[in-house]
């Protein structure tokens, strides 16, 4: 089993993960192993704000494969106050729309939106993008896919460390 970054240091543990476990632990945040091994290659980071610079400069060098290939890793992200059986069906129908007409799933980042504003974020998102060309959509989905891989990373390496990241994640895959 791989090494995980603990609680006790953070930063500094996943700095210290040996490649091949760091590469699991950052494909947890985004599945392109490219943007993985390149970030994996690049530690120690001095902090967080470094770590994610490099997450964020990686994110842009993907290439339409790699996107592909994370977006193959995504699943539809649910609001956990979601509890009104329309508008889940809304959402369950409206992503199926979208992946018949783009091939992947939908994704965006609601890091920085209220939970109780979530579902609604997330519907409205999903209709507009439904009108989009699959070349825009495909920038759109990158940039998501980019701000996730912040989010996911800055929670994964300070998780239970009792530092505040700041980013909040208010919805679960389904």
């Known amino acids: 089993m791989p090494a995980q970054v603990t609680a006790h240091g953070g930063l500094a543990d ?7 476990d760091a ?8 599945r392109s192993r490219s943007w993985a091994r390149r970030i994996a290659a690049h530690r120690p980071y001095p902090d967080l704000e ?3 610079a490099a997450s964020d400069e990686a994110a842009y060098d993907l290439t339409p494969v790699d996107i592909a290939e994370a977006l193959t890793g995504e699943d539809l992200a649910l609001p956990q106050a979601a509890a009104y059986a329309a508008a889940i069906t809304a959402l369950v129908a409206a992503h199926s729309a979208y992946q018949t007409r783009f091939g992947h799933p939908f994704v965006i980042c609601l890091d920085d939106i209220a939970p109780g504003e979530a579902l609604d ?3 409205a998102g999903l209709r507009t993008r439904l009108g989009n060309d699959p070349v825009h959509e495909r920038e ?3 940039e998501e ?3 996730l891989a912040r989010g996911r990373l800055a929670r994964m390496t300070l998780r239970e460390t009792g530092r505040e990241t700041g ?3 208010p919805y679960v895959p389904v």
């Open 23 to 30: 590469e699991q632990a950052l494909r947890t945040c985004c």
């Open 50 to 52: 470094a770590l994610l």
């Open 145 to 147: 896919l980019r701000r």
């Open 167 to 169: 980013i909040n994640s």
């Open 140 to 142: 759109l989905a990158a």
């Open 14 to 20: 996943f700095n210290a993960l040996p490649q091949d």
């Open 121 to 123: 974020h997330l519907l």
